[in-house]
């Protein structure tokens, strides 16, 4: 009986703990669905989507980069998404000497792309942003991004 007094606290935190991890990595799970969602309409034109992914929490306003090999005569598509639905999200994609080079871009609700057809095989960097960097109070926001080729 002792024994289990010693450790019922231990129990009740690793509860606590288990139980905010899961609720962050749902958050986390949904905005890979936003940003899987925003693919599906191009899935059906012959892109394949592709199962690397990247995800996370960020401050509202923060731009993320993410440094990405690309072969040239491929066309990509770059998807994010969140699960906050007021939530501006925005895809970027740049060239090694910071140039943009995304041919086509759309901001919808949950979710955002940009479309790049590279003229060289290259490290680019695709910049996401989620939420507005004017606000004073700012919160912190999951994203998912994920792309395909075709």
Request: charged letters at 20%; hydrophobic letters at 40%; one cysteine or more.
């Amino acid at each position: 009986m002792t024994t289990c007094r010693v450790f019922r606290p231990l129990y009740l935190w690793a509860a606590v703990v288990l139980t905010t991890t899961t609720i962050a990595l749902a958050y986390v799970n949904e905005a890979i669905s936003m940003a899987l969602e925003a693919a599906t309409p191009y899935v059906k034109e012959g892109f394949s989507v592709r199962e690397d992914n990247w995800s996370g929490e960020t401050e509202e306003g923060k731009p993320l980069l993410i440094r990405h090999q690309l072969f040239r005569g491929n066309e990509y598509w770059f998807w994010a998404g969140t699960s906050y639905e007021k939530q501006p999200v925005r895809v970027d994609v740049f060239d090694g000497n910071g140039k943009p080079v995304a041919i086509e871009n759309f901001q919808r609700g949950y979710f955002a792309g940009a479309r790049v057809l590279p003229d060289r095989t290259a490290t680019y960097f695709v910049r996401v942003t989620v939420g507005n960097a004017q606000k004073k109070q700012k919160q912190t926001i999951d994203w998912g991004l994920v792309y395909g080729y075709r």
